[in-house]
């Protein structure tokens, strides 16, 4: 894969090669893309009739760029008399300055070409090519060209204007021009992106955030975000770097969904440019001490769009939390269920942790009470629905063959889930982690149930069955020669012995018994599971392990930063302390934005992390990943109306002050020093 350029504000996002041109692919989404839908496929530009060359490429703001471009191929001593800038931002819609300067003594001739397309595609179809349903048209004006889509009454368009005079066809933009010596010649193009909706109206026009807007607004927007959160002095610069990074990406992931109007975090670019139940409240977990007023928003939108009826074709059941919403063609047309889906088991346990956690953080109890019944409603679909044997554990198995996601825990790539020899089990499944999240549900649930909804008969249920479950869960997950928890039971009940990651998440929830903890820290930390560079998803020494696997041996950040938690929790601050100084050394071979995923190889067989070929970057969870990791390092849990800080900061790692932090007591700082340079003061 050609190394690629991207660009976004919220879920409007195009990605380019590193001459900024465009050009249809089969295997990744190239292009301009807005709620799914790809509208620009074309954006090539020719001088003379030649590509370019790039020179140079300024990159460092999320919602710009700038390419500095010669025509033809490189040679070693390059001269030529002519260059090209293009400098574009997306700020609701995309807008691209075209400067062609001559840099000769004497008055030169230039067409300049810029061939335009677009597909239409939605974001489903760019790995499985399919011929479109609806019908295409270009419609060439004065200086502009409209493309449009229509089916039925799915109805997109894009319309390209130029400041300049054109020659417009069906395909592209021509311009004849003379430039003096010296001289230069620019246009200016916009390209507008238009969904319509069933009244003909454009949707976006009616979302505050998501129309078209200057790019200083969207940089001050930028910076009011990155001002109210806590202040971050540290010795440790790729720490600093990558908090940065992190906050910069958090607030360009944040989108304004059509469904109810509310401003949410986007997963990641470039395929999950939407809300997902399961990443969006990951995120939140790890933001929530830094930028709090994310979460609301979450929550309410989750609450608001959670399963109420059996439909076999979007997973749904009645409390369950979606996994996963989108606007495009196939998800209207029910072509996809994602419209949306609800193939994830864990995210209505989840939904309760996020808000028990959010509140114990903002004393925010009118939040708690409102979602009441969706809390409720998610605590009783793990005891229902979620149980699908009757056996007090929480199952899954799609109810759409077709098109349902077999594996629904985060590890939801169809390979894995498997035995240590590499087998795949039978469905249903039950992994591990998702009954440390019911655990962790239950007790939050009566948590909230006895301090918010004066319900003390249903909290004292919920924490009789949490405790129920840790002991059944620790006579039947545990493997007593392996000294772990196997990744999953099948359908048999039998054990599912691989070494996973997924065992630190058991940490973080609670559920794994005090005796066992640092047994549990030991693998994780062990040379099967950790790489140098992090936790591996999958031990190295199982059968379906492949350093490069998506889920069968990468190292994942924000699977990391939830270990990290779990140590934490256990008291495990040295081990804790290692994972935290990883993730911030990988970050500075990504320039501070930890991507989805990297390789699962040997820190000192390579020396820097290896990337993962098709990660997404930025996304949510990794960018929160930073966030959680100081977290965890400064030691900071809310307690009543008091925040706790006892920091463990690892060796070498120098001062770590981290300013104004918000909650409930209004805004403390916390201070750490590493080991190696005197105590740390705990408040």
């Not at 130029?162 to 430039?179: H, K």
């Not at 200057?214 to 001050?220: F, G, K, L, M, P």
């Not at 009757?390 to 169809?414: F, H, I, M």
Request: aromatic letters at 10%; a negative charge.
């Amino acid at each position: 894969m050609k190394e690629l350029v991207s660009i976004l504000d919220g879920n409007t996002f195009l990605v380019s090669d590193r001459r900024g041109d465009v050009e249809p692919s089969l295997d990744f989404p190239t292009g301009l893309f807005a709620f799914d839908t790809r509208f620009l496929s074309t954006w090539l530009l020719l001088i003379d009739g030649e590509r370019l060359h790039a020179l140079s490429i300024d990159d460092t703001e999320s919602h710009r760029t700038r390419y500095f471009l010669v025509p033809g191929e490189p040679t070693h001593f390059l001269d030529a008399k002519v260059s090209i800038i293009r400098s574009r931002a997306i700020s609701g819609d995309l807008s691209e300055e075209l400067t062609v300067l001559n840099h000769s003594g004497q008055e030169m001739s230039f067409t300049v070409r810029l061939e335009i397309a677009a597909d239409f595609a939605d974001i489903f179809e760019i790995k499985d090519t399919q011929s479109k349903k609806g019908h295409n048209t270009a419609a060439p004006g004065e200086n502009s060209l409209r493309l449009t889509y229509r089916r039925d009454a799915f109805h997109r368009e894009t319309t390209i204007e130029s400041s300049a005079a054109a020659q417009v066809d069906r395909r592209g933009m021509t311009f004849p021009i003379r430039i003096a010596p010296h001289g230069e010649w620019t246009t200016r193009l916009t390209v507008t992106v238009t969904i319509y909706g069933a009244r003909g109206q454009d949707v976006r026009s009616l979302l505050p955030f998501a129309g078209n807007r200057t790019t200083a607004a969207i940089e001050a927007e930028h910076a009011e975000f990155v001002a109210r959160a806590p202040k971050l002095g540290c010795d440790c610069e790729p720490m600093a770097g990558a908090y940065r990074r992190s906050l910069n990406d958090l607030a360009a992931l944040r989108y304004e969904s059509i469904a109810l109007g509310v401003r949410l975090m986007a997963a990641g670019l470039p395929w999950f440019m939407t809300l997902f139940g399961r990443d969006s409240i990951f995120t939140s977990l790890q933001v929530l001490p830094f930028v709090p007023e994310l979460i609301p928003p979450t929550l309410t939108m989750l609450a608001g769009l959670q399963g109420h009826r059996v439909d076999d074709f979007r997973d749904e059941e009645p409390g369950k939390i979606l996994h996963e919403l989108r606007y495009g063609e196939t998800a209207g047309f029910e072509e996809q269920p994602h419209s949306p889906y609800y193939g994830a088991a864990d995210s209505s346990a989840l939904f309760v942790i996020l808000l028990d956690e959010y509140e114990r953080w903002t004393g925010d109890v009118e939040l708690v009470k409102r979602l009441e019944a969706s809390v409720r409603g998610a605590l009783t679909w793990i005891d229902t629905y979620g149980d699908l044997l009757g056996t007090g554990y929480v199952w899954y198995q799609t109810r759409n063959p077709k098109a349902g996601l077999e594996n629904q825990c985060w590890k939801d790539s169809w390979d894995a889930i498997c035995y240590s020899d590499g087998r795949l089990p039978s469905f249903p499944r039950a992994t591990c982690e998702l009954q440390g999240y019911a655990y962790d549900a239950k007790l939050r649930g009566a948590r909230l149930a006895r301090l918010c909804w004066n319900d003390p008969v249903y909290a004292d249920r919920l924490e009789r069955e949490a405790a129920e479950l840790k002991e059944r869960f620790n006579r039947d997950f545990w493997l007593p020669d392996k000294e772990y928890y196997a990744l999953a039971l099948d359908s048999d009940g039998s054990p599912v012995d691989a070494l996973s990651s997924n065992i630190g998440h058991l940490l973080w929830s609670g559920i794994v018994d005090d005796s066992r903890a640092q047994r549990v820290a030991e693998h994780l930390l062990g040379p099967r599971l950790f790489s140098g560079w992090g936790v591996r998803t999958l031990a190295d020494d199982q059968g379906r392990y492949n350093p490069i696997g998506y889920h069968v041996g990468t190292v994942w950040p924000f699977d990391n930063s939830i270990i990290a938690w779990g140590l934490w929790k256990y008291g495990l601050r040295e081990e804790a302390g290692r994972i935290c100084e990883s993730m911030f050394a990988a970050s500075r071979y990504f320039f501070g934005r930890l991507p989805e995923a990297f390789a699962g190889y040997e820190r000192d067989l390579t020396d820097y992390p290896v990337e993962y070929p098709t990660a997404c970057s930025p996304q949510a969870w990794s960018a929160g990943t930073p966030l959680l990791l100081l977290r965890v390092m400064l030691g900071l849990e809310p307690q009543g109306e008091h925040l706790i800080i006892d920091p463990y900061v690892p060796a070498g790692m120098g001062r770590v002050e981290l300013l104004d932090i918000p909650g409930r007591w209004g805004r403390v700082d916390a201070l750490g020093r590493s080991r190696d340079e005197g105590p740390s003061r705990p408040s």
